[in-house]
């Protein structure tokens, strides 16, 4: 069997060169998605489109010869499942119902999965398609992030209207959490059994969070998510990735128990050789160097392999690469970071 690097990185081992992919590398700076994008009507069916959300994950990995494909869907699925009536709109970004206090208590009631099957057969597909090499990433939105998008309606600045209902409603934030964890565990354990050969959780808004609500709304839904998945897979490999988190970071592997942890741009180089000492580590390189090219885009380069490519590391972006990231500057980063020795 074709060796899948990115799974030896996350066993712990050092490669060189380290295996790359990169967030939302399927989408819409690439001409073939957008050109798919338009078959499909709206977002989310071609999310629920197993067809197109297959064809449009293996487009980067034609294009580029990446060490991962990561399942193209959305981290709102689940509070599409959960019936919020979830648009994606151009230009706004997605929005839904918002939620209540008192509509909480249904969604443990809730069987999501039946709604997500769609997505399953994408990943059956993937794994059927995909070379033999290349490794195969479901994801879940974190429960925190997820959350946010539940209770404003949809997203802000600065997610403060979930930071207001944490503080005034702290029990029925802690049970939405817990609730949505639950839900995420069991949408994880079956894109496993489709075919993902590991999973990442993202976190994208845990940057907003103080200490205390760090630990109770990244920190411990992550766990609980983390525990339930491997009470059930044992040999399932995770990432978390908690966007902004900076010096939250430090004990984040050892208290969520992800096997490795994703770092944003902002976390300087010898913090995360910190955080390399205790395992795998994966990024870091801003986004905006993929639009700049050049000069910036070497040097950003450069630096993260100087810095982590002695260790466990797995190359991607600090984000998701944006739209007006230059397809030629991908292929730039992929023959720069193979070529890299230590």
Not at 30 to 54: H, I, K
Not at 87 to 103: C, H, L, Q, R
Not at 223 to 232: D, K
Request: proline share 7%; aromatic share 8%.
């Amino acid at each position: 069997m074709a060796v899948r690097r990115l799974l030896k990185v996350l066993d712990g081992e050092t490669l060189t060169p380290p295996p790359i992919w990169l967030m939302r590398q399927a989408g819409r700076y690439l001409p073939e998605y957008r050109q798919t994008r338009q078959q499909a009507g709206s977002f989310l069916d071609l999310c629920y489109n197993p067809e197109l959300a297959t064809e449009v994950t293996l487009q980067p990995i034609r294009r580029f010869g990446l060490d991962a494909a990561i399942l193209f869907s959305d981290i709102l699925v689940i509070p599409d499942a959960l019936k919020r009536n979830v648009t994606f709109s151009e230009g706004k970004g997605p929005a839904m119902d918002p939620i209540e206090v008192s509509d909480i208590a249904s969604f443990s009631k809730v069987d999501v999965l039946p709604h997500l099957c769609p997505v399953f057969e994408t990943v059956k597909r993937l794994r059927a398609e995909l070379p033999q090499e290349t490794t195969l990433l479901g994801f879940c939105g974190a429960p925190w992030t997820v959350a946010t998008y539940m209770i404003a309606g949809h997203g802000t600045p600065d997610q403060a209207p979930a930071r207001l209902f944490g503080y005034n409603h702290p029990q029925a934030m802690e049970e939405l959490l817990a609730t949505l964890a639950d839900i995420s565990a069991d949408y994880l354990v079956a894109q496993i059994d489709a075919g993902a050969d590991a999973v990442q959780i993202f976190d994208s808004w845990a940057g907003v969070l103080g200490e205390s609500e760090f630990e109770k709304f990244a920190v411990k839904p992550i766990q609980r998510i983390i525990a339930s998945v491997r009470s059930r897979r044992p040999g399932a490999k995770i990432i978390a990735f908690a966007k902004g988190a900076g010096l939250l970071l430090k004990d984040y592997r050892q208290k969520t128990g992800a096997d490795a942890i994703g770092l944003d741009w902002s976390v300087p180089l010898s913090f995360a050789q910190e955080l390399q000492k205790d395992g795998p580590v994966q990024g870091n390189l801003d986004p905006m160097r993929m639009v700049a090219g050049g000069k910036a885009l070497d040097e950003g380069i450069d630096a993260i392999l100087q810095a982590l490519g002695n260790g466990p590391l797995i190359f991607n972006l600090g984000h998701g690469i944006t739209p007006q990231a230059d397809p030629e500057n991908v292929t730039k980063l992929v023959n720069r970071v193979r070529g890299f020795k230590r």
